[in-house]
């Protein structure tokens, strides 16, 4: 080569340049023991709809632990440990009494505590019968939705309640949901946190929702909103405007609150105020989510769902999954964990960046042995008053409410 030859330039970029493939743990992470499945584990979290425990035990996985859900024939719920602390096997095949669930193996029979009421091959059905109990968790019904919670007994906190659910119009109904509105995936084989952040990620509703698919809700939500972010007490709030063709001002609030609660009005926008449900996005396991949600509505109105090119998600051929792909297409296709080493986030990604860094926050407090935020013994404190909506009308009458 002579020296006035140009040397050849190098693209850069290729896939073969990638680094080794990291995760962030304190995002992905449930299980008992890890940081952020202990900071979890200060919260209650739903896992089951009232309907679902009833005299036939039913398997069920809280957080990546296997539980068994049952309700007893005075109809307490109870959610026990699957092996019987007599000789190991399960209590899925068990019996369930007047007074609790009976194991097939030797006969113990266990209250929705735990408590060992009987010991029937023992002398005088177990003398000392109070010193086995069946590991347990306290559950919570609220509005038709069973809750539990799997942390430390000392430090149980209030049951929180909302205010959108406790102080429903006269003609309305309150309905518990498990059916996993959103994702149609039952469950989700991913990880909770990816389809969780979603919620602070206004834009992909007009890239996803609108433009690439189709307008898979109203026209109201089709356009490019101007958004903000903001942190609240327990988390963090985006800010969606936008103007209409007819001249009002649509102003729409959602909110994510620590840890998995997610507050998202009707993208149908039916109702001018506050969101008309709550939502929970559950880690079921490392890979696996479901959203459970309490909504309230109309009596006798059935909730609308999202469609692509005219057919429910369900309905549609794996071809048309991958022309109007939804939700379930986008978190999913992250993997069942995302590769955070190899994300780029940009501006329009800031609602994510607060939510991970608040959260993270969360997960140091109870490593630091503090209590994380929303977290009260007082009952009066847990009353949560819901932002999140859908407001309508002039500019100046709408841009503070949420």
């Given at each position: 080569m002579s020296g006035t030859e140009t040397p050849v330039e190098i693209d850069t970029g290729t896939a073969y340049e990638l680094g080794p493939a990291e995760i962030d743990a304190d995002l992905i992470e449930v299980e008992r023991g890890t940081p952020t499945g202990e900071m979890l584990r200060r919260?209650?979290?739903?896992?089951?709809?009232s309907t679902d425990a009833d005299d036939t035990p039913r398997a069920v996985r809280v957080l990546g632990e296997d539980l068994i859900l049952f309700r007893d024939g005075r109809g307490r719920a109870g959610l026990v440990h699957p092996r019987c602390c007599h000789r190991g096997t399960t209590l899925y095949y068990g019996k369930v009494e007047g007074e609790g669930i009976r194991c097939c193996y030797h006969g113990w029979l266990f209250d929705t505590e735990g408590r060992t009421l009987d010991m029937p091959c023992e002398p005088e059905g177990g003398r000392r019968k109070e010193r086995y109990r069946q590991p347990w968790y306290p559950v919570q019904e609220y509005h038709g939705m069973i809750f539990t919670y799997m942390g430390p007994p000392r430090d149980r906190p209030a049951f929180p309640r909302y205010d959108v659910l406790d102080n429903v119009p006269d003609g309305w109904e309150v309905v518990a949901d498990g059916n996993?509105?959103?994702?149609?995936?039952?469950?989700?084989?991913?990880?909770?946190?990816?389809t969780h952040e979603n919620v602070m990620d206004p834009f992909h509703v007009f890239v996803?929702?609108?433009?690439?698919?189709?307008?898979q809700f109203v026209a109201e939500m089709a356009d490019i909103p101007d958004v903000s972010w903001h942190y609240?007490?327990?988390?963090?709030?985006?800010?969606?405007?936008?103007v209409l063709d007819d001249g009002r001002f649509f102003h729409r609030v959602t909110e994510v609150v620590i840890p998995n609660v997610r507050i998202v009005a009707s993208p149908f926008v039916e109702f001018d105020g506050p969101a008309t449900s709550i939502a929970w996005t559950l880690p079921i396991s490392r890979t696996e989510t479901k959203i459970f949600t309490i909504l309230t509505r109309p009596i006798g109105q059935t909730r609308r769902r999202a469609l692509y090119d005219g057919k429910r998600w369900n309905e549609l051929t794996e071809a048309e999954h991958q022309r109007y792909p939804g939700d379930y297409e986008a978190q999913v296709g992250q993997g069942a964990v995302t590769?955070?080493?190899?994300?780029?986030?940009?501006?329009s990604d800031k609602g994510v960046t607060m939510f991970r860094h608040l959260f993270r926050s969360q997960v140091k407090a109870v490593a630091d042995g503090r209590?994380?935020?929303?977290?009260?013994?007082?009952?009066?404190?847990?009353?949560?008053?819901?932002?999140?909506?859908?407001?309508?009308?002039r500019r100046d009458d709408v841009i503070d409410l949420g």
């Open positions: 919260y209650w979290h739903p896992f089951a709809v996993n509105i959103g994702l149609e995936g039952d469950p989700t084989p991913c990880n909770w946190f990816q996803l929702h609108a433009g690439f698919s189709g307008n609240t007490g327990q988390g963090v709030k985006s800010h969606q405007d936008r590769v955070h080493s190899e994300e780029n986030l940009a501006g209590s994380p935020v929303g977290v009260t013994t007082d009952a009066e404190q847990a009353r949560f008053e819901v932002r999140a909506g859908n407001y309508i009308g």
